[in-house]
């Protein structure tokens, strides 16, 4: 916060990303810095709540000791497509989840607490056949 170009309110410099955040804790873990990440996933999951899950484009970058809550940026989309799917990219990357993997292993945060994962039923992506007169 002491640098001379640094605004938490500037949209690019200051603000927080949630979609680049989530790749930042990816590349982390995946290059063995598992605490790293974790607690980057953990901030960006925490902040969800305060925007009603709808995660949005930027928030402001703000540090907690002086606000205690995230802070809406003015103009941010919310919800936003790429950060709307910034809590997947954290959770897979906290639970060890892979394509076409079999172990989960979880690297949680005391802070996320609870995550279970349940298998659903197998469900063609092509449609039922139909028939027409």
Same mark, same amino acid.
């Given at each position: 916060?002491?640098?001379?170009?640094?605004?938490?309110?500037?949209?690019?410099?200051?603000?927080?990303?949630?979609?680049?955040?989530?790749?930042? !804790?990816?590349?982390?873990?995946r290059?063995?810095?598992?605490?790293?990440?974790?607690?980057?996933?953990?901030?960006?999951?925490?902040?969800?709540?305060?925007?009603?899950?709808?995660?949005?484009?930027?928030?402001?970058g703000?540090?907690?000791?002086?606000?205690?809550?995230?802070?809406?940026?003015?103009?941010?989309?919310?919800?936003?497509?790429?950060?709307?799917?910034?809590?997947?990219?954290?959770l897979?990357?906290?639970?060890?989840?892979?394509?076409?993997?079999?172990?989960?292993? !979880?690297?949680?945060?005391?802070? /996320?607490?609870?995550?279970? /994962?349940?298998?659903?039923?197998?469900?063609?992506?092509?449609?039922?056949?139909?028939?027409?007169?």
């Open positions: 916060m002491r640098e001379a170009g640094y605004n938490p309110l500037g949209y690019h410099t200051g603000t927080l990303w949630p979609h680049d955040n989530s790749l930042i !804790a990816a590349g982390l873990a290059y063995g810095h598992h605490e790293a990440a974790a607690t980057i996933a953990s901030a960006i999951l925490a902040a969800a709540p305060y925007f009603e899950h709808r995660l949005p484009e930027v928030f402001a703000f540090p907690r000791s002086l606000t205690s809550v995230p802070v809406a940026f003015p103009t941010a989309s919310r919800p936003q497509a790429w950060a709307e799917g910034a809590p997947l990219l954290l897979t990357t906290l639970l060890h989840l892979r394509p076409g993997g079999t172990d989960v292993r !979880a690297d949680l945060p005391d802070a /996320i607490g609870h995550v279970a /994962i349940r298998r659903r039923p197998d469900h063609s992506l092509v449609p039922p056949a139909t028939t027409t007169a």
